[in-house]
């Protein structure tokens, strides 16, 4: 949906110049680059600050959009460092036009093998974006005792078989440890039921997006950098944010929620002063994909974008 992107962030980013002079926006997920690309490509005085905590992404990134120069800085980091991260990218004010979240595991990350975040080849079992953190999805599955491994599964990855699954595990690893995801798949088949194998997918879907979050503290991250942004916004500006799964949405969506709400109790005939919600949403409800959209790219299947735009300061206290 990059054109659809595009649509949402050009009122944020034009409101001085048609080509983005003086406008800064954040691509806070930064990947392989092709969002800051299409940006810096259709706004030239645009300047983007590129955040990514992995750091083969800021490789490849770095090299693909090193013709852009100093428009664009790149910062290994999480999103939720987001306020120092525009403190030192010289940001005015530490202030933005428009940030976009790109949430998930990228295309990029799943195409590179070795790094265990797809289920469709046998690789080590590490699924960390970041190549420094310490834990890992091995440690995991060889160290957290039932009741926590269970809980991760179930809140992260929704998966019905939770308690089976964890109990598999652990009996599994008294045998030798997990080490790939090829022996952690045979697994999933051997404990999920083949009439919920037949009709809900892979069976290994829900269990790797469990482990992936868990590792990479991803809903906690995203509910740190969600306020960091809208905090610095400047009036007018936008946040974007594609979401890939029910968790992730399900934080966006209360996040905006809040934003566009009065602050004034409900029944009393006037707004309170300094009360007026300093939000609007952009998208009504959540975006999804068209078909033409889904026949380009099939993995964009399950997003869903949200946008919203700031339209006050806060009130001074």
Do not use: C, W
Not at 257 to 269: D, E, I, K, M, N
Request: without cysteine; glycine residues 8%; hydrophobic residues 40%.
């Amino acid at each position: 949906m990059a054109q659809r992107i595009v649509e949402l962030l050009t009122p944020a980013l034009t409101r001085a110049d048609p080509d983005g002079t003086d406008a800064v926006v954040v691509d806070a997920t930064l990947g392989a680059g092709g969002h800051s690309e299409l940006l810096l490509d259709t706004f030239p005085g645009l300047r983007v600050i590129a955040i990514d905590r992995d750091e083969n992404a800021i490789a490849i990134a770095g090299q693909r959009l090193s013709r852009f120069g100093d428009r664009i800085g790149f910062h290994r980091a999480r999103y939720d460092e987001l306020p120092g991260i525009l403190a030192s990218a010289g940001a005015p004010g530490a202030r933005i036009d428009g940030a976009l979240f790109d949430l998930g595991v990228s295309s990029m990350q799943l195409d590179q093998a070795d790094r265990g975040f797809a289920y469709s080849v046998d690789a080590p079992l590490d699924m960390r974006m970041n190549s420094q953190d310490e834990l890992t999805a091995a440690d995991i599955l060889n160290t957290y005792g039932h009741g926590e491994l269970a809980r991760v599964l179930s809140e992260y990855g929704d998966e019905r078989f939770a308690g089976k699954i964890a109990s598999a595990v652990l009996r599994e690893r008294e045998r030798e440890p997990f080490t790939t995801s090829g022996r952690l798949v045979e697994l999933l088949y051997a404990s999920i039921p083949a009439a919920t194998r037949r009709t809900g997918g892979h069976p290994a879907k829900r269990t790797f997006q469990a482990l992936r979050i868990e590792v990479n503290h991803e809903l906690d991250s995203l509910r740190h950098a969600l306020p960091a942004a809208l905090a610095g916004l400047r009036v007018g500006g936008r946040v974007v944010v594609m979401s890939y799964q029910s968790l992730e949405d399900k934080i966006v969506k209360k996040e905006f929620a809040q934003r566009v709400t009065s602050r004034t109790p409900p029944g009393l005939p006037v707004e309170l002063p300094g009360a007026a919600a300093r939000f609007s949403l952009v998208t009504r409800g959540a975006e999804r994909p068209d078909d033409a959209e889904l026949d380009r790219n099939p993995r964009s299947a399950p997003v869903r974008v949200r946008a919203i735009e700031r339209i006050a300061e806060e009130a001074p206290l």
